[in-house]
C-alpha cells in the first residue's frame, strides 16, 4: 500500500515538472507602416528592402522646389525683422513704445511664418520613427504620394521576441521566468530563452495561451516549436 502511495506521489511530482511542448513565431518587437502626410510627386529614394536604417534617418523626399522656397523667404523676413527690432531696442529713446510693439508684433509674426513653413517642408521628407531593417517597400521614383494612400514602407525593429503559444491546461504550470528551448524544423538549436509575459486570456480559436520571450537574435517571421521548462 505505501509502495503504490510512493509511486502516485512521485508520478505527481513528475507530471508537475514536465516539460510543456509549445510552438513559435518570430516576430519584431516594433513594427510600423509608414507613410507620407502631405502630397507630392518622389523625387528621392534613400532605401530599399532589407536596408538597415537608424531613427531619424531619411527614408524618401519629395519633390520640395515651391515649399524650399516659401521658408527661405520667410526666414529672411523673420531675420531682417528680428535684426531690425534688436537696433530698434538699443535705441529706445527715439522711438514711441507704439512703433516699439509694432515692430515686435510684426517680427513675431514672421517668425510664425517661418516656423510653419518649416513644419510644411520638414512634412515632404519621411524618416524612419526607429531604428531598424526595412521589411517592405511599396513606392519609385517619380510616383505621386497622396493622402490616404497605401503604406509606403514597412519598418520593423531589429530586435525580435518570440510568440509561444502552449496548450491552455497548463496554465498554471507555465510561469514568467520559465524557459523555452527551441527548435527548427524539428531540430533543437540548442539554444534556449526566458519567459517575459504570458497573456491572461485564452485564444478561443485554438485554446490556447500565448506568451513572450526574448528573440535571441531569430529573425522575424521564423516558426519552430519547443519545450518550456516548468519549475
Known amino acids: 500500500m505505501k509502495k503504490n502511495m510512493l509511486f502516485e506521489l512521485m508520478l505527481c511530482s513528475s507530471s508537475l515538472f514536465a516539460d510543456v511542448y509549445a510552438t513559435f513565431e518570430a516576430k519584431a518587437v516594433k513594427e510600423a507602416s509608414l507613410n507620407l502626410t502631405s502630397s507630392g510627386t518622389v523625387e528621392q529614394i534613400h532605401v ?28 529672411s523676413d523673420y531675420e ?97 521566468g520559465d524557459e523555452f528551448c527551441y527548435a527548427f524544423d524539428g531540430k533543437p538549436s540548442g539554444k534556449c530563452t526566458k519567459i517575459k509575459k504570458i497573456y491572461p486570456a485564452v485564444n478561443q480559436n485554438n485554446k490556447k495561451l500565448t506568451a513572450e520571450a526574448e528573440g535571441n537574435g531569430v529573425k522575424a517571421g521564423i516558426f519552430g516549436d519547443g519545450q518550456i521548462k516548468t519549475k
Do not use: C, W
Open 48 to 75: 530599399d528592402v532589407g536596408s538597415h536604417v537608424k531613427k531619424g534617418q531619411t527614408l524618401l523626399s519629395l519633390k520640395d522646389g515651391e515649399e524650399r522656397a516659401a521658408y527661405m523667404s520667410a526666414k
Open 80 to 176: 531682417f525683422l528680428s535684426s531690425q527690432y534688436a537696433r530698434y531696442q538699443k535705441s529706445a529713446e527715439v522711438f514711441d513704445k507704439n512703433t516699439l510693439d509694432k515692430v515686435k508684433a510684426e517680427t513675431d509674426r514672421a517668425k510664425n511664418q517661418t516656423a510653419m513653413y518649416g513644419e510644411r517642408l520638414s512634412k515632404m521628407r519621411l524618416t524612419a520613427p526607429f531604428s531598424g531593417v526595412i521589411a517592405e517597400k511599396n513606392i519609385e521614383i517619380g510616383d505621386t504620394v497622396g493622402l490616404g494612400a497605401k503604406p509606403l514602407f514597412r519598418l520593423i525593429s531589429n530586435e525580435t521576441k518570440l510568440v509561444i503559444q502552449f496548450d491552455s491546461k497548463f496554465a498554471d504550470n507555465v510561469k514568467v
